[in-house]
């Protein structure tokens, strides 16, 4: 039913910048969360970051591992969210996937993945120290 795409990713040292895209196709919802999650070799997928939206209303949220370094935001065409990421840090390193869910997740079920419905494929993220 939808479509999500990531991009942007690649190799960065430590402190510097990437921007993460997540182009989304097929159907709209006019209530949605879409959100950046992140998996690690041998790990899990961690959380990262949501975009909420519901009846006009946005809102964003971040792991506390990223807050303050990454931002969230939605694109000017409405079909694509970013990820903006500053002062990487090794621990950063991973596959990085956009996810999306036909609802204005609570934000205490953001962080689980078995709450959205579409996933992207992922992009890799990798900063050197």
């Known amino acids: 039913q939808v479509e999500l795409v990531e991009s942007g990713g690649g190799l960065v040292q430590a402190g510097g910048s990437l921007r993460l895209s997540c182009a989304a196709s097929g159907r709209t919802f006019s209530d949605y969360t879409m959100a950046w999650f992140r998996q690690a070799p041998g790990k899990g997928r961690e959380f990262v970051s949501a975009?909420?939206?519901?009846?006009?209303?946005?809102?964003?949220h971040y792991a506390d591992s990223v807050k303050g370094r990454f931002t969230i935001s939605r694109g000017s065409a409405k079909n694509t969210v970013y990820l903006q990421m500053n002062r990487l840090e090794p621990e950063d390193t991973a596959v990085y996937y956009c996810a999306a869910a036909a609802s204005r997740l609570i934000v205490s079920r953001l962080r689980i993945v078995e709450n959205y419905d579409y996933w992207g494929q992922g992009t890799q993220v990798a900063v050197s120290s």
């Open positions: 975009y909420r939206w519901s009846g006009g209303n946005s809102g964003t």
